[in-house]
């Protein structure tokens, strides 16, 4: 989708003059802001009910200007960022002098990605610089992937709402800790491993390997309003009865192998078989299932590779315990 020259000119301006603009990617919408503003990275913080450690990511309008935003470019980051920028890629690196304490969370390295969308594109070319972008929602619930939804949970509290369509990843991006020759994954996103070990000729490891420190790594994040429960796809039947008896109004995310099954539930979405597919829809169904009145969700993890690592990441996070304050 093109937005029109004016939208593109007036949500530079809004990011300028220390605004906020919600701008659409290919992977969730974001809460954007000029990065070197303090002021608006705070407003970020204090709009998205974030804790301040939480470290943000810089978004930027080409590869080439990755020197401008880090200390050092290693040669297995240039390769990474070569092959997968635009996309859905975030590299860890170390931060450059450009990029305020404020936005990293007090961290010496700093999250930077250049997103694959015309509108996000058109935009960081228009405004120049670097756009600290979290996900569009209220800290902990499900990442936007429409413009409706960014309007529906934030509102007011964004200046203006760049509208580019519904997201064509869905989930977000892979976070690679690349500050070392020997990168890892500290978040399943939109570039899977597999892709990632093809570029580098190498296996990539998933989680608590690296060095960096990853804040925001809650038991509970991307949760819809309702409690979501994991099961097996052999007891999901079975679980969804007995949560009906006992007075639940139950929503079902039905996975390929049970597409035929006979469920009687209050609301069922199924599982579309690709993987790509799923992925897209994924935080569609979490926001449906809630605006249906469904108070638990049963749904069983897929086959974690591929896209699957990513998908059962988000799901296992959105049954995590929640906090009771
Ligand atoms: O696809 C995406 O990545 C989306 C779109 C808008 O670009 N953004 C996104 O941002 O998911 P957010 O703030 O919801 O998640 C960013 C995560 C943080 O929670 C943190 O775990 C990690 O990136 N992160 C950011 N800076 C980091 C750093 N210096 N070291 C380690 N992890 C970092
Ligand atoms: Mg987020």
């Known amino acids: 989708m093109r937005a029109a020259i004016s939208d593109i ?42 804790p301040p450690s939480h470290p943000l990511i810089v978004h930027i309008g080409s590869a080439e200007q990755l020197g401008e935003w880090v200390t050092v470019v290693p040669d297995t980051a240039r390769l990474l960022a070569e092959r997968f920028w635009p996309g859905p890629l975030t590299l860890v690196l170390r931060r450059g002098p450009r990029v305020p304490l404020e936005a990293t969370g007090g961290l010496e390295t700093v999250a930077v990605r250049v997103p694959d969308h015309s509108m996000a594109l058109a935009l960081l070319s228009a405004f120049g610089g670097g756009v600290a972008a979290p996900s569009a929602n209220r800290f902990g619930s499900v990442s936007p992937t429409t413009a409706d939804h960014v309007r529906a949970e934030l509102g007011d509290a964004v200046d203006f709402v760049l509208d580019g369509g519904p997201c064509q990843v869905g989930l977000e991006s892979t976070i690679v800790d690349a500050t070392s020759e020997t990168p890892s994954i500290l978040r399943p996103g939109g570039v899977t491993r597999e892709e990632l070990e093809a570029a580098l000729g190498s296996q990539v490891s998933v989680g ?12 509970s994040h991307y949760a819809p309003r309702a409690r979501v429960v994991l099961v097996e796809p052999e007891a999901l039947l079975t679980e969804v009865e007995l949560a009906q008896e006992a007075g ?10 049970l597409a035929d099954a006979p469920v009687k539930t209050h609301a069922v979405v199924a599982v579309p078989r690709s ?36 998908i059962a990441n988000r799901l296992r996070r959105a049954a995590g315990p929640r906090s009771t304050t």
């Open 208 to 219: 608590s390997t690296s060095r960096v420190r990853v804040p925001g790594q809650h038991p």
């Open 275 to 310: 993987m790509a597919a799923y992925a897209r829809r994924l935080y569609g169904f979490l926001r449906d299932l809630d605006q249906l009145g469904c108070d638990l969700i049963v749904a069983s993890l897929p086959p974690e590779e591929g896209l699957g690592l990513a």
């Open 248 to 257: 639940h109004r139950v929503g079902v995310i039905l996975p390929p192998s």
């Open 9 to 50: 000119d007036k949500a530079a301006g809004v990011l300028r003059a220390g605004g906020l603009v919600a701008i659409p990617t290919e992977t969730v919408y974001g809460l954007g802001a000029n990065v070197e503003d303090v002021a608006a990275v705070a407003r970020v913080f204090q709009v998205k009910g974030r």
